[in-house]
């Protein structure tokens, strides 16, 4: 952004993009750190992103050694031993203390029989409705309805962002000593529950910067749906019996291992259809009661979903309840650019869940308490920098050129180019059942759009926020293909139908980054990162 | 998809334009909001939970509109009713504190 300066212009020593659970929780800490701290969210912080309508289970374990150890081998198998024991340690350790503050700051816990707040889960507008009250108590300023465009940086790292407001059209510039992404994972305007505004935009944003990504093969998360509704909550499929039309049982269709089988019968034409039949029914009304808005769409079509069959599908989560995302370097959450730190979706979950879907448990755990890292960090990090940040001179990184003059495209371009990225990643014969013949394919039209958003220059109105949108899905997309590419194998959620084993040969990492041209390499997994 | 402001019902507080995480409706001066980009709609009933007189409705296709007149929703007795399910709204007691989330865990452990 160049030639005028922001309508709104503001300095921090911490900037958290985006306000959800592990922005929230960035914001909050940092905070306590000493910092003064700008959030700016896309949508509402509170009601925006994956948390706020859905709520989640928490990985929330008492510290008991026998326990703590049944829930770290939990997903370590399944993860293609891809996790880290001591980030697991660490992740558990700080959710417990911050759930435990959740309960200090007066959410509404239910109780055990012994009076004892029961803290295994969050109901989501509950939960975001009190971060944002913690937020503002906490004295920082939140723009909301404020995507971030770009960030700012010069030699030193990264030092602010610049955005636009949707409801006033105005520009606005934070400058400040660090920078926490905390965007969300990126599900490609599936209309999954909460997703939308989960479009990559930190991936883009970091890797404008220069930072690394990581995991990008495990992105291709998918979510049994109604047909006829967004709400992507699966827990309640364990109780389900999967049927054809004729009324005859799919066999091998399930929640957990056979979605596969049900996306093959809805690839081949055939609906498949579900119901909650094998749920004893005196747990009928506490399934209600915990899970309210997975039965609001049947309540509102008259479907009585424990006796009733209704049509369902495979809704693309992405890298929302994958694990892919920004690569973490150390403890802080900091990526390798100097300034600049991941936390919750948008960084990658590996650490704690390997390559096996982070949502049901970790992926919350890991929000709360990777913001609460980054968010240490980044106050610890501003803070050396001292007054010296009011001095520098940042320049926007973004790579369209983002202007105040007219655009040369014209808006309708924009949906085509994200339908064109959604029909590369959305059918599940390319994403879930991954060939390298249909990688290939599949990049080859993703980089000819990438080229295409490259060459244009965006104008800072309304539709520039689609704009960059546009380009973070179809970055993201590449990131995944590419990387997917090079893992010739099966592991965790990516499946090869032409590599259908795990080979141990590649139990590594693998890191990603790079716009114009794509790049992808391999990282070992430290020997004292193996849980034995 | 939000289907329905309904008119008789809204009081014009602005709160479901600032709370729409997707920027789907518009203020009106003088009036009551619009829906403005009714595509954009990620169906997440955020903006019927904070609507204070539950003049909202949210149909749950989100691909799909499905033309509800305020009367049907009315009538099928849905204004409101998930912000009620939810426990929010004065009086009521906040659906995360409910014994039944306990009690699940309990016998399915
Ligand atoms: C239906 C569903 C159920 C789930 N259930 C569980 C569960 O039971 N257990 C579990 O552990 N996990 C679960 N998950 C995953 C969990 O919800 C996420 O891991 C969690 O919300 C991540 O938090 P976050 O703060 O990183 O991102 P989000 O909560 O997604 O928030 C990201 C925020 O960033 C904002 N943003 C995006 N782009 C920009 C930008 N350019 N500028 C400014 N702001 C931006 C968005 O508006 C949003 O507010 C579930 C996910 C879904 C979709
Ligand atoms: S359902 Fe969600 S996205 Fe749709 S109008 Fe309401 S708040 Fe906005
Ligand atoms: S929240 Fe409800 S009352 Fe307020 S403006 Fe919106 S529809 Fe009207």
């Known amino acids: ?532 | 998809m939000i289907e329905i402001v309904s008119e008789s019902k809204c009081i014009s507080c602005n709160l479901c334009v600032s709370v729409c995480p997707t920027n789907v409706f518009d203020k009106v001066e003088g009036g009551i909001p619009v829906i403005a980009r009714q595509s954009d709609c990620q169906t997440c009933f955020m903006c019927e939970l904070y609507c204070p007189v539950d003049a909202l409705y949210v149909d749950p296709n989100p691909e799909q509109i499905t033309l509800k007149s305020e009367e049907d929703v009315e009538n099928l007795g849905l204004f409101g009713g998930y912000r009620e399910k939810v426990g929010w709204g004065k009086g009521r007691t906040p659906v995360a504190k409910h014994d039944y989330m306990y009690q699940l865990s309990a016998k399915t452990r």
Request: include cysteine.
């Open chain 1, 1 to 532: 952004m160049s030639e005028r300066k922001p309508d709104l212009q503001l300095t921090a020593d911490v900037l958290v993009i985006g306000g959800g659970p592990a922005g929230t929780w960035a914001a909050i800490t940092a905070v306590s750190k000493g910092s003064k701290v700008v959030l700016v969210d896309k949508g509402y912080c509170g009601t925006s992103g994956a948390t706020a309508p859905s709520g989640t289970g928490v990985w929330y374990i008492n510290p008991d050694k026998q326990q703590r150890e049944e829930a770290k081998q939990s997903r370590y198998g399944l993860g293609g031993q891809l996790a880290d024991n001591r980030w697991m340690d660490r992740v558990l350790d700080r959710t417990y203390e911050n759930m435990n503050k959740l309960g200090e700051f007066g959410y509404p816990f239910p109780l055990d029989e012994l009076g004892n707040p029961y803290k295994r889960g969050l109901q989501g507008p509950e939960y975001m409705k009190l971060m944002r009250r913690l937020v503002l108590k906490a004295g920082v300023r939140i723009l909301d309805h404020s995507p971030a465009l770009e960030l700012l940086a010069d030699d030193h790292g990264v030092g602010g962002a610049h955005g636009y407001n949707l409801h006033t059209g105005e520009t606005w510039s934070v400058q400040a000593g660090a920078v926490i992404i905390a965007t969300g994972g990126c599900a490609f305007l599936s209309k999954a529950l909460g997703c939308n505004v989960l479009t990559g935009d930190g991936y883009l944003l970091a890797a404008e910067a220069g930072a690394e990504l990581s995991g990008m093969e495990f992105s291709n998360a998918y979510a049994i749906s109604p047909t006829f509704s967004s709400v992507t909550k699966t827990a309640y499929y364990r109780y389900a019996s999967f049927y054809y039309e004729d009324g005859t049982a799919v066999e091998g269709a399930g929640s957990q291992r056979g979605r596969s089988i049900i996306a093959r019968n809805l690839l081949q034409g055939r609906q498949v259809y579900a119901s909650l039949d094998q749920a004893p029914e005196d747990i009928h009304p506490l399934l209600r009661v915990n899970q309210t808005n997975f039965f609001l769409p049947f309540d509102r079509l008259g479907i009585d979903p424990f006796k009733d069959k209704f049509p369902v599908t495979l809704r693309l989560e992405g890298t929302v309840r994958g694990t892919g995302g920004i690569h973490i370097v150390d403890e802080t959450c900091a990526t390798k650019v100097p300034g600049l730190y991941a936390a919750g979706d948008a960084a990658t979950r590996e650490l704690i869940c390997g390559g096996f879907t982070g949502g049901g448990s970790h992926n919350a755990a890991w929000a709360m308490s990777s913001g609460s890292f980054a968010g240490e960090g980044a106050a610890v990090y501003a803070a050396t920098l001292g007054d010296s940040s009011s001095t520098r001179s940042l320049k926007g990184l973004s790579s369209s050129t983002l202007t105040r003059g007219a655009s040369d495209a014209k808006p309708n371009k924009t949906e085509e180019r994200v339908r064109a990225v959604q029909d590369e990643v959305a059918p599940y014969d390319r994403n879930l059942f991954r060939t390298s013949k249909g990688l290939n394919e599949s990049l080859s039209t993703l980089d000819h759009i990438w080229q295409d958003i490259r060459n244009e220059t965006i104008s800072l109105d309304a539709h520039s926020v689609k704009k960059r949108e546009a380009a973070a899905m179809t970055a993201t997309a590449r990131w995944m293909y590419n990387t997917a590419l090079e893992r010739t194998e099966t592991r965790g959620m990516h499946k090869r139908e032409d590599f259908p084993q795990q080979d141990a040969s590649q139990q590594y990492r693998l890191i990603s980054g790079g716009l114009d041209k794509v790049w992808v390499k391999k990282e070992e997994v430290a020997k004292e990162a193996v849980l034995h």
